[in-house]
C-alpha cells in the first residue's frame, strides 16, 4: 500500500478514468461545463485507499469528506432505517424529481454538505451478522473513523483491540466530545457545548454583549481537519512500521489548540482573557467593522502604514500625524475615539463606494457579505468554489468544493451524496463477493438495507 500511495503522488500519466454524472463549476451568469470523466483520478493522493466511516453529523463525515476528495473509496456505515442524523435536520431539503421513485421532502442539505464522494452501506451492527460483514470489511480496509462514546463498540467486537488483532495495518481513529481519557470520557459532546466548556464562546461577541456561539460549528470542523491530518500522517508512518494505530482525537483537546494567541496570552500573563471585543482587536486599532450607509466595512490597520492608507481613503490624511493616533499605543489609549471617528465617516458613503476607495491601495480591507453573497462572490466563483452536481435522484444541485488547488492532482467531486443505503449491494458484492440470495437473506432479517 506503500508502494502504491508513493504510485499515486508520483504518477506522470494522465489516464481517463469514467465517472457517472456531470460537474460544472459555477462562474456568475455563465457555466465552465465539465465531465467527471476528465476527472484524472490516477493523480488523487488517497487513491487506492479504502475507509470505513462509521460516523455521524459533522466532524466525522468532515473528515472523511476530505479523504473522499482526495480520492479514498468511502464507504459511509448508516443504521439500515434511519441513517445518519442529518438526514433528517432540514429544511432545506433538495426535492426528488418527480418519477425518481423516492418519497418524502428530498435530501436534507446539511446531509448533502459533507458527504459526497462515499458510499452508503446501511447495515445494523446490533445483529451478528451486520458484524461479520463489518469484520470482513474491517480486513479488507486501512482506515476507520468513527464517533462513539468510548467503550460503545467494544460489545460489538468494533473497538480497536479486536480489530487490529485482525488487521494490524488498520488505522483507527475515533472521534469524541472529550477523549477516551479524563474525568469528562464519558460525556456527549456536541459542538456549541464545547465551544461553552473550552472558552470560546466566552471571547466571541460584542463587547458588552453575551457570549455566542460561532455561526458554523467550527468546533467540529477544526476536529475534522485535524482529523484528516492525523490520518495522513499515520498513513505515513505506517509506510515505515507496518503498523497502523489508535487516534484518539476530541472537539475539547481540538478546541483547546485553537484558543492558540489567545492561550498563549493568558498562559505567560497569568491573567485572565479581555472577554470579547466583537470585530475589533484587542492589539489592533483600527481593526473592526465599521456601519457604511448600506452595510458595513472592515478595515485592518495592523501597522502604522497602514493606518495612514486607512486615514488617506478617509479623507484625513492628518490624522496619521496626530500624537494621539501617530502610533498603535496611542490608538489603542484613544481607541473610542478613533472608532467614533472613522465610523462618522464611513457611514456617509455605501459599502460598495468604499469598496471603490480603497481597491488596489495595499491595505487589508473587506465587506462584510452575508452567506449568499459569499456564495455570489466574483471571487468565489472565479476560484471554482462553487460546483453543480447532478443527483440521480434531485436533479442538478449546487455544492461548495475542495478548497485547496493541486498542480498535479485534480480533487473534485467525483459523485454526489449518496442516499441511504444506495450502495449496499455494490459493497457487499465487489467487496464480499456475496450472491444475490446472501444479500436478500441479510436484508430479510434486517441486517442490511
Known amino acids: 500500500m506503500a508502494l502504491l500511495y508513493l504510485r499515486s503522488l508520483l504518477a506522470t500519466s494522465r489516464a481517463i478514468t469514467r465517472f457517472n454524472g456531470r460537474l460544472s463549476v459555477v462562474r456568475g451568469a455563465r457555466q465552465r461545463s465539465i465531465t467527471n470523466s476528465a476527472t484524472n483520478d490516477g493523480t488523487l493522493p488517497l487513491k487506492g485507499y479504502k475507509v470505513l466511516d462509521m460516523t455521524r453529523v459533522l466532524a466525522g463525515p468532515y473528515a472523511t469528506q476530505i479523504l473522499a476528495d482526495l480520492g479514498a473509496e468511502v464507504i459511509k456505515v448508516e443504521h439500515p432505517t434511519k441513517g445518519d442524523d442529518t438526514r433528517q435536520w432540514g429544511p432545506p431539503y433538495a426535492k426528488y424529481k418527480e418519477g425518481s421513485g423516492k418519497e418524502g421532502p428530498g435530501e436534507s442539505a446539511y446531509f448533502l454538505s459533507v458527504n459526497r464522494n462515499k458510499k452508503s452501506l446501511g447495515l445494523s451492527f446490533q445483529h451478528k451478522s451486520g458484524v461479520e460483514i463489518l469484520h470482513k470489511l474491517v480486513a479488507e480496509s486501512d482506515i476507520l473513523v468513527e464517533n462513539y462514546l468510548p467503550g460503545t463498540l467494544k460489545k460489538y467486537g468494533m473497538d480497536f483491540e479486536t480489530l487490529h488483532k485482525l488487521n494490524p495495518r488498520l488505522i483507527y481513529a475515533s472521534i469524541t466530545g472529550y477523549g477516551q481519557t479524563g474525568p469528562y470520557s464519558n460525556r456527549a459532546g456536541y459542538d456549541v457545548m464545547v465551544e461553552a466548556e473550552m472558552g470560546l464562546m466566552h471571547i466571541t461577541g460584542s463587547r458588552d454583549g453575551p457570549p455566542v456561539k460561532v ?235
Open 215 to 449: 455561526g458554523v460549528a467550527v468546533t467540529d470542523l477544526t476536529t475534522g481537519l485535524y482529523t484528516s491530518n492525523s490520518i495522513m500522517a499515520a498513513i505515513i508512518a505506517r509506510s515505515r512500521t507496518g503498523r497502523g494505530q489508535h487516534i484518539d482525537i476530541a472537539l475539547s483537546d481540538c478546541q483547546v489548540a485553537t484558543l492558540v494567541n489567545i492561550a498563549s496570552s493568558c498562559l505567560i500573563s497569568g491573567e485572565k482573557d479581555q472577554g470579547r471585543w466583537g470585530t475589533a482587536h484587542p492589539a489592533i486599532v483600527p481593526y473592526r467593522s465599521y456601519k457604511t450607509k448600506d452595510g458595513d466595512i472592515l478595515f485592518g490597520g495592523g501597522n502604522d502604514r497602514l493606518f495612514g492608507l486607512i486615514c488617506k481613503g478617509l479623507g484625513r490624511p492628518e490624522w496619521a500625524k496626530y500624537p494621539k493616533f501617530e502610533v498603535n499605543t496611542q490608538r489603542i489609549i484613544n481607541r473610542v475615539e478613533l472608532d467614533d471617528s472613522i465610523e462618522a465617516i464611513t457611514k456617509t458613503k455605501t459599502t460598495a463606494e468604499w469598496l471603490d476607495i480603497y481597491e488596489g491601495c495595499g491595505l487589508p480591507y473587506a465587506a462584510v457579505n452575508d452567506v449568499q453573497g459569499t456564495l455570489n462572490h466574483k471571487h468565489v466563483l472565479a476560484r471554482d468554489m462553487v460546483v453543480k452536481m447532478e443527483h440521480e435522484f434531485c436533479g442538478d444541485i449546487k455544492m461548495v468544493n475542495t478548497p485547496v488547488k493541486y498542480s498535479e492532482s485534480k480533487p473534485s467531486i467525483r459523485t454526489a451524496p449518496p442516499t441511504l443505503g444506495q450502495h449496499t449491494d455494490e459493497i457487499l458484492e465487489s467487496i464480499l463477493g456475496l450472491n444475490e440470495e446472501e444479500i436478500a437473506s441479510l436484508k430479510s432479517e434486517g441486517a442490511v438495507r
